[in-house]
Each structure stands twice: as C-alpha cells, then as structure tokens.
C-alpha cells in the first residue's frame, strides 16, 4: 500500500467510526415518546388500589406525587381556620330552608345534626370502624372541586407559589403543568387544581376566605343522613356516576368495563349522575379531596360526637373520595386515604367549606 492509498484508508476509517457513532447515539422518536408516557401514567406501585389492611402511604400514592425536598425559601406559616366548636344541633326546617337560598355563589348548604360515620368492619378497612353517629354544625360547601382557574385568581391576587413549583426541577409537575411537563393548565380552567399540597390547599382556603372541611363534614356532604355507600346511593357505580380508573386510562387496577371517557381528570360537575342527595358534585373520583384532619387509624374509636375536628396532631393529612387514578372502592364516602401534608399528586386537589355568619 502506497501512501495516497494510506490515506485513503485512514478517511473512510474516519467517515465510518463518525457515521456509526452518530447513528448509535440517536435515540427513534418513538422509543423518546415511550419514556415519556411511562413516566406519566403509570404508578409507582401497582398496588395503588389494592388498599392494604394498614394502608402504606407510599404504595397507595396517587400519580407522580412530588415532595419537596429542598424548598428554595421556609414557607410562610400559614395558620390553618379551625373548624367551629360550638354546640351542634339538627337544624330546625325553616332554618336549613333559609340557609339553603342564602348560600353563597358555588356553593350549597349541608344542614346540621347527626349522621352516621364510618363503615362497618365487614364493609370497609379498619379505619372507618366504628360507625358511630356524629353532629356537625350547619355549613356551606363547594359545589365544585377548586379549579384551575379558581387557583389562577388566587396565585394572581397574592404571588403565592407552591410547593411543588418550589423544586427547581423542569420534570416536577406543578399546578401549571399538570398532567406531563407538556399539558397548561391555562387551557384546562374548568378542571379541578391538581399538584397542590395540603399547605397550598390551606392557604387558598384562607384567601378565599373559607377553609378546609373537616373528615365529618366531608363525609356527611357526601353521604347524606341515610348512611349510603355513594354520594348517590348504594348502587355500584357507572359510567355515569364518576370518573375513576376505567378502561380509558388502561392502568393495572382499572375497571376493564366500566368507560367514563376520561383517562385523567375531568371539568368538574361532568357526572351529574354522581351528585350527592345535597347536589355536591364529584365527591366520588376525580380528585382526591384534602380535608382538614390529621389521619388516624384509631380516631373512630374516640372521636368527639360533636364537630370532630381529627387529632391534634399526626403525619398525614386525610385525603377522600377517591380519583381517576383509583378504584371504585376509594369513591366509597366512608373510604379514608391519606398523604403528607408538603406532598402533592396529579390526582388530588381540593374543595373548600365556609361558616354559616
Ligand atoms: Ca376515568
Ligand atoms: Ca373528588
């Protein structure tokens, strides 16, 4: 070999070992998607809806829930409204009538007196035992999950940011970007907020001048005084009743029957069906609702009968209703799940409850 085919050599070796580095390194576009899909949409654990005995907070985690690690600045204390402790007594007709037409804009009045809470064993987890009767005081509640747009207003009014938008991460999901890194809240404004902390929860409730509700209000919004199984009765749920894991979102747990149309969450008030017998909307799936208490396995069994208020203290807040991310069971009005107060998850958001004067 001469020393122009020496060189010759040398170039194509060259062009070669370029080309064929150049073609390894590239991922196809279809293989990217892929990955992006499954960082969405499937669960860290499939056993999300198989609630356990003693519910494990970190399998029973809702979509990508994100807790801040390292917040860029100590969030402000934020003081949380405690719910009334005054006298509870059944509201007296006329009163409840009254209260009912003066309710103020989106939002309805649940009346006070008693009404059973919990579930028997045979019936639920050991959580919700034992049923037992509770009062609460008369009070207003939100038609309607908050939504985005309800949250637009609040972040626009005060320059709040939450806790998720805290970690200085383009892949954490926040309000704004709900769904994937890709989806805008801003075109979703009549979905409920989702990625919010119990924390962000609060202090939106505080703004609008409301709070969170407590577990027993929660649940007697949902459930009525006659003891039902689904904010609309005891009949298993439908297409129509609720948007939960069904055969649109294809998860490991879901209902392969059962197809409300919704692979993620919903505009709120989308399943009239499902209305409780006050007229409260998605109170079963959709979002998972923070509530006012602390979590307890064992609170039932000695709660106040009147305005319970949870315990003082704990590491976790109660989140209820289930969502589309989980099985009918968690649309049970009795169904108690739970998450860390500073945690947030594409599958919880919030409604809100106001004091009566
Ligand atoms: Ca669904
Ligand atoms: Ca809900």
């Known amino acids: 070999m001469n020393g122009k085919q020496l060189t010759l050599a040398i170039i194509v070796l060259f062009l070669v070992l370029v080309i064929g580095f150049f073609l390894l390194s590239r991922k196809p576009a279809e293989e990217e998607q892929k990955v992006e899909q499954a960082r969405v949409l499937e669960p860290k654990s499939p056993e999300v809806a198989e609630k356990p005995v003693e519910p494990a907070p970190e399998e029973s985690a809702p979509a990508e829930p994100v807790e801040p690690a390292e917040p860029v600045e ?20 006329p009163l409840a009538k009254q209260r009912i037409t003066a309710a103020p804009k989106d939002m309805l009045y649940i009346p006070g007196g008693p009404f059973s809470m919990g579930s028997p064993p045979e019936a639920g987890y050991p959580d919700e035992s034992p049923v037992h009767s509770v009062c609460v005081i008369g009070f207003y509640i939100d038609k309607h999950e908050v939504t985005n747009a309800q949250f637009k207003e609040f972040v626009e009014a005060t320059g709040y940011i939450t806790e998720a938008e805290k970690v200085a991460s383009p892949d954490v999901l926040t309000w704004r970007r709900p769904y994937e890194p890709e989806s805008d809240a801003e075109q979703m404004p009549n979905y409920p907020v989702v990625c919010v902390s119990w924390n962000d929860a609060n202090a939106y409730a505080l703004w609008a001048g409301k709070r969170l509700p407590t577990e027993a209000e929660w649940e007697k919004a949902a459930r009525g005084t006659d003891g039902r199984m689904y904010p609309w009765g005891n009949a298993a749920p439908t297409a129509a009743s609720a948007n ?45 609702e923070w509530c006012f208490d602390w979590w307890n396995k064992d609170y039932y069994r000695a709660s106040p009968s009147q305005n319970p208020p949870g315990p003082d203290t704990g590491e976790f807040k109660v989140i209820r209703g289930g969502s589309w991310f989980y099985s009918a069971d968690g649309a049970r009005t009795t169904h108690r799940m739970y998450f860390r107060p500073a945690g947030n998850g594409a599958a919880i958001g919030f409604r809100c409850v106001k004091d009566v004067g």
């Not at 204390?77 to 719910?83: D, G, H, N, S, T």
Request: aromatic share 10%; proline share 12%; glycine share 10%.
């Open 244 to 288: 939960m894991a069904d055969k649109s979102g294809a998860f490991k747990w879901s209902d392969a029957v059962l197809d409300d149309k919704y692979k993620t969450a919903s505009p709120v008030g989308s399943f009239p069906g499902g209305r409780s017998v006050y007229g409260v909307e998605d109170m079963a799936g959709n979002v998972w």
């Open 74 to 93: 100590p969030a402000a204390p934020i003081v949380p409204l405690p719910p009334s402790t005054a006298g509870c007594k059944a509201d007296p007709a």
